[in-house]
């Protein structure tokens, strides 16, 4: 034994039993001992979480509780140092059922000397190291220090486990360098494992902490990357949520790996195929799992290399187009692609228009518009949501004053909230800051928040909710109807408006349910003092009819389509120089309703 200093933990509740530990570790030559004594269970475990000591000397009886069961909690928490257990009386049972329960050795108070105390120690020790080595020899790889293919094997079952249990995914990547071969008889087998132990390196660096199983042992809980042999590499992706959320390590792992390698006077280029299979779609075993990987990374190689293939055939598409959609839209921010279109409300008697909703557009290069529905939910799952709404905010807050300048003061600008920026803790104070660095007024905009927001999570939206009108600004329910959220239950928040959503307007006049609905929200939202704004408005015959209901606002292609911001003026300045063009519509729409 080296000449470090051992430190050992004594738990014992009886002081003599110190005080005699204590002197005859005194008069031990030849090893430095420290000894430190705690007396209770539940300090021994705190001390045991805190890895400080070499060794535990544990005596068998604790108070109410038992030495054994201190041994197998310590086990279960990972604790690798040796425990030796004292007692009070030789027993041959007990000794042989504190050996079982992986005590390492097992020493009887009233017959332990100096010498004896000391080579217990001393051999507990060693061989607690040969074990750890032993253990690290079968389940790590020599030339990387990776986990090999028996810990994989156990951890990918593990992996399997927890997301059953947790009704999740999970996905295994089976990697293999490309040209490999080439490599390593260019340059010689010396090269090619530095290059593996690189490349090893990179791939370990390559995973987030979350990656990987907690495995009790002297391994690195966060490895997750693993050795099969030669070029061959796997990783284990624990509880994801979308089979997407592979392609995305993956494609992490390529270009962690673009980067050249040094190697001696060489500077090498080395790319990789990955073939990912998805549990539980593409397996429920370990060695399914594997199977269709491996058949998956060939799949890769046989794309050109240097690029990653789900064994579903069907995933490689939608994973690809979510990616690449995901970088674009992040350049697109960068860049300011985006722009607001605005779509007119109409007040259903006068016909003026009293609001404007704002939304958004990605104008692509070559002018081509992509609607909200094709990256909203992306920039959701993304974060990427967050900047997007904060410019989406200001820039309606900005566009705004252009009307306002234009001679209409008196027309809000309705901006659609998404709901997880609605459920941003300083989200009011985000709103009123944008309203004071644009100039806004409380009742220049509305905001729009879909049902399935306000149901979620109330206590925080209550808040918000709260802290909005605060500022005196309005809020309209979006897409109502759709969320299964009762009336009564809105009467709790401090609402400007509900939208009947479009699917109930569009056949309002060929289906009695929806008609039925539609009436009945009008009916019910008025009664509690709530405006009500119809949604997708096509057609003179559902105009009809909302009128009849006496819906107080309608929004719809029958009068304008989202617009740019200078059609906006023109339809505005257009209406005031024809003052009664929108509800001459209407006019006519009710006078030919009532002939027939
Ligand atoms: P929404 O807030 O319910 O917006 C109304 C949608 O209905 C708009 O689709 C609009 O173009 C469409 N629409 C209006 N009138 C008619 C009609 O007569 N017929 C038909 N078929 N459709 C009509 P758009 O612009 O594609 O937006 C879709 C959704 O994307 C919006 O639904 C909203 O939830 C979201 N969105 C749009 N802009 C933004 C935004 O700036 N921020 C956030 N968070 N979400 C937005
Ligand atoms: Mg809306
Ligand atoms: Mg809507």
């Given at each position: 034994m080296d000449n470090k200093?051992?430190?050992?933990?004594?738990?014992?509740?009886?002081?003599?039993?110190?005080?005699?530990?204590?002197?005859?570790?005194?008069?031990?030559?030849?090893?430095?001992?420290?000894?430190?004594?705690?007396?209770?269970?539940?300090?021994?475990?705190?001390?045991?979480?805190?890895?400080n000591h070499d060794i535990y000397l544990v005596d068998f009886h604790l108070g109410e509780r038992s030495g054994l069961e201190l041994l197998r909690e310590a086990s279960e928490k990972g604790c690798r140092a040796p425990i030796i257990i004292l007692t009070g009386q030789a027993d041959k049972g007990l000794d042989v059922q504190a050996m079982r329960s992986g005590a390492a050795d097992y020493l009887v108070k009233g017959q332990i000397n100096a010498p004896l105390l000391d080579r217990s120690i001393r051999y507990s020790i060693e061989r607690k190291r040969s074990e750890d080595d032993i253990y690290r020899m079968a389940y790590y790889d020599i030339l990387t220090t990776l986990p090999?293919?028996?810990?994989?094997?156990?951890?990918?079952?593990?992996?399997?486990?927890?997301?059953?249990?947790?009704?999740?995914?999970a996905a295994m990547l089976f990697l293999d360098l490309d040209n490999f071969k080439r490599i390593n008889d260019t340059f010689g087998h010396h090269?090619?494992?530095d290059l593996l132990k690189k490349v090893a390196e990179r791939l370990r660096r390559c995973m987030r902490k979350g990656d990987s199983l907690t495995k009790h042992g002297p391994d690195d809980p966060s490895d997750t990357v693993a050795r099969l042999g030669g070029d061959e590499f796997t990783i284990i992706l624990c509880e994801i949520s979308r089979p997407e959320d592979a392609a995305r390590v993956a494609q992490r792992i390529l270009d962690a790996l673009s980067?050249?390698?040094?190697?001696?006077?060489?500077?090498?280029?080395?790319?990789?195929?990955?073939?990912?299979?998805?549990?539980?779609?593409?397996?429920?075993?370990?060695?399914?799992?594997?199977?269709?990987?491996?058949?998956?990374?060939?799949?890769?190689?046989?794309?050109?290399?240097?690029?990653?293939?789900?064994?579903?055939?069907?995933?490689?598409?939608?994973a690809l187009e979510r990616l690449t959609m995901e970088n674009h839209l992040r350049k697109a921010l960068e860049r300011e692609e985006f722009v607001l279109y605005y779509q007119p409300q109409l007040d259903m008697k006068t016909g003026e228009i009293v609001g404007l909703e704002a939304l958004i557009r990605w104008r692509q290069a070559g002018n081509k518009l992509i609607p909200p529905g094709e990256f909203i939910p992306i920039a959701e799952e993304t974060g990427l949501i967050i900047p997007m709404s904060n410019w989406i905010?200001?820039?309606?807050?900005?566009?705004?004053?252009?009307?306002?300048?234009?001679?209409?003061?008196?027309?809000?600008?309705?901006?659609?909230?998404?709901?997880?920026?609605?459920?941003?803790?300083?989200?009011?104070?985000?709103?009123?800051?944008?309203?004071?660095?644009?100039?806004?007024?409380?009742?220049?905009?509305?905001?729009?928040?879909?049902?399935?927001?306000?149901?979620?999570?109330?206590?925080?939206?209550?808040?918000?909710?709260?802290e909005l009108s605060k500022l005196g600004l309005r809020l309209s329910i979006d897409d109502f109807g759709t969320g299964y959220s009762s009336l009564s239950y809105l009467k709790r928040f401090p609402l400007h408006a509900i939208k009947i959503d479009r699917s109930f307007i569009k056949d309002v006049n060929t289906n009695p349910d929806d008609a039925a609905i539609s009436k009945a929200i009008i009916s019910m939202a008025h009664?509690?003092?709530?405006?009500?704004?119809?949604?997708?408005?096509?057609?003179?015959h559902q105009l009809v009819f909302l009128s009849e209901q006496g819906c107080d606002e309608i929004q719809g292609f029958l009068f304008s389509r989202p617009v740019p911001v200078e059609e906006i003026l023109k339809l505005l300045t257009g209406?005031?120089?024809?003052?009664?063009?929108?509800?001459?519509?209407?006019?006519?729409?009710?006078?030919?309703?009532?002939?027939s």
């Amino acid at each position: 034994m080296d000449n470090k200093v051992v430190k050992i933990l004594l738990v014992d509740d009886d002081e003599d039993d110190y005080i005699m530990t204590r002197d005859l570790i005194s008069e031990i030559e030849g090893t430095r001992y420290e000894l430190t004594w705690v007396t209770t269970y539940d300090k021994a475990l705190e001390a045991i979480d805190g890895k400080n000591h070499d060794i535990y000397l544990v005596d068998f009886h604790l108070g109410e509780r038992s030495g054994l069961e201190l041994l197998r909690e310590a086990s279960e928490k990972g604790c690798r140092a040796p425990i030796i257990i004292l007692t009070g009386q030789a027993d041959k049972g007990l000794d042989v059922q504190a050996m079982r329960s992986g005590a390492a050795d097992y020493l009887v108070k009233g017959q332990i000397n100096a010498p004896l105390l000391d080579r217990s120690i001393r051999y507990s020790i060693e061989r607690k190291r040969s074990e750890d080595d032993i253990y690290r020899m079968a389940y790590y790889d020599i030339l990387t220090t990776l986990p090999n293919r028996l810990l994989f094997n156990d951890r990918l079952t593990q992996a399997i486990a927890l997301a059953e249990r947790h009704d999740r995914l999970a996905a295994m990547l089976f990697l293999d360098l490309d040209n490999f071969k080439r490599i390593n008889d260019t340059f010689g087998h010396h090269m090619g494992d530095d290059l593996l132990k690189k490349v090893a390196e990179r791939l370990r660096r390559c995973m987030r902490k979350g990656d990987s199983l907690t495995k009790h042992g002297p391994d690195d809980p966060s490895d997750t990357v693993a050795r099969l042999g030669g070029d061959e590499f796997t990783i284990i992706l624990c509880e994801i949520s979308r089979p997407e959320d592979a392609a995305r390590v993956a494609q992490r792992i390529l270009d962690a790996l673009s980067p050249q390698f040094t190697l001696g006077a060489y500077e090498l280029y080395v790319s990789a195929s990955i073939g990912i299979a998805i549990y539980p779609h593409d397996g429920i075993d370990a060695d399914s799992l594997l199977k269709n990987a491996d058949a998956a990374m060939y799949h890769a190689k046989s794309e050109g290399k240097k690029n990653y293939q789900y064994y579903r055939q069907s995933m490689n598409a939608s994973a690809l187009e979510r990616l690449t959609m995901e970088n674009h839209l992040r350049k697109a921010l960068e860049r300011e692609e985006f722009v607001l279109y605005y779509q007119p409300q109409l007040d259903m008697k006068t016909g003026e228009i009293v609001g404007l909703e704002a939304l958004i557009r990605w104008r692509q290069a070559g002018n081509k518009l992509i609607p909200p529905g094709e990256f909203i939910p992306i920039a959701e799952e993304t974060g990427l949501i967050i900047p997007m709404s904060n410019w989406i905010l200001h820039t309606a807050c900005t566009q705004r004053k252009e009307w306002h300048a234009a001679g209409f003061p008196h027309i809000p600008v309705s901006i659609n909230i998404s709901s997880q920026q609605f459920q941003q803790k300083n989200f009011a104070n985000t709103i009123k800051k944008v309203m004071e660095d644009t100039d806004t007024r409380p009742k220049d905009i509305i905001l729009e928040i879909t049902e399935s927001t306000l149901m979620h999570n109330s206590d925080a939206v209550f808040t918000t909710l709260y802290e909005l009108s605060k500022l005196g600004l309005r809020l309209s329910i979006d897409d109502f109807g759709t969320g299964y959220s009762s009336l009564s239950y809105l009467k709790r928040f401090p609402l400007h408006a509900i939208k009947i959503d479009r699917s109930f307007i569009k056949d309002v006049n060929t289906n009695p349910d929806d008609a039925a609905i539609s009436k009945a929200i009008i009916s019910m939202a008025h009664s509690l003092k709530l405006k009500v704004v119809a949604e997708g408005v096509e057609t003179r015959h559902q105009l009809v009819f909302l009128s009849e209901q006496g819906c107080d606002e309608i929004q719809g292609f029958l009068f304008s389509r989202p617009v740019p911001v200078e059609e906006i003026l023109k339809l505005l300045t257009g209406e005031k120089k024809g003052r009664g063009l929108v509800s001459s519509v209407l006019n006519r729409v009710w006078e030919t309703a009532q002939k027939s």
